[in-house]
């Protein structure tokens, strides 16, 4: 093969490489989107949190959840609920900020 062969193979190959990748990451969405409930460990990962913050949260209601023998599932309704309950508008201007400081 001569180099300019070469070089268009290693083109196409790493062009494939991509391709994987995005596929791989249409599926995981795809998956996502029909996932029901999500383990601790998938909660752990999407919060970037550890076993006993999930723990915490589940042992002072922060988040709803439910118990399947020894493995606690959350459903995509308790993360919502759990963000909703988490959540703080922005603010108009810094004053109002300060002002939510002082209730």
Same mark, same amino acid.
């Given at each position: 093969? $001569?180099?300019?062969?070469?070089?268009? @193979? =290693?083109?196409?190959?790493?062009?494939?490489?991509?391709? !994987?990748?995005?596929?791989?990451?249409?599926?995981?969405?795809?998956?996502?989107?029909?996932?029901?409930?999500?383990? $601790?460990?998938?909660v752990m990962e999407m @919060? =970037?949190?550890?076993?006993?913050?999930?723990?915490?949260? !589940?042992?002072?209601?922060?988040?709803?959840?439910?118990?399947?023998?020894?493995?606690?599932?959350?459903?995509?309704?308790?993360?919502?609920?759990?963000?909703?309950?988490?959540?703080?508008?922005?603010?108009?201007?810094?004053?109002?900020?300060?002002?939510?400081?002082?209730?």
């Amino acid at each position: 093969m $001569n180099e300019s062969m070469e070089e268009a @193979f =290693g083109e196409l190959i790493r062009q494939v490489s991509s391709l !994987r990748k995005e596929v791989k990451a249409i599926r995981k969405s795809i998956n996502d989107e029909r996932k029901p409930c999500y383990s $601790n460990q998938e909660v752990m990962e999407m @919060f =970037g949190v550890a076993t006993q913050t999930i723990k915490k949260w !589940r042992d002072t209601g922060a988040i709803g959840f439910s118990l399947v023998g020894n493995t606690y599932l959350y459903s995509k309704e308790d993360i919502a609920k759990f963000l909703e309950g988490t959540h703080y508008d922005s603010f108009e201007s810094p004053s109002d900020y300060r002002k939510s400081l002082s209730r």
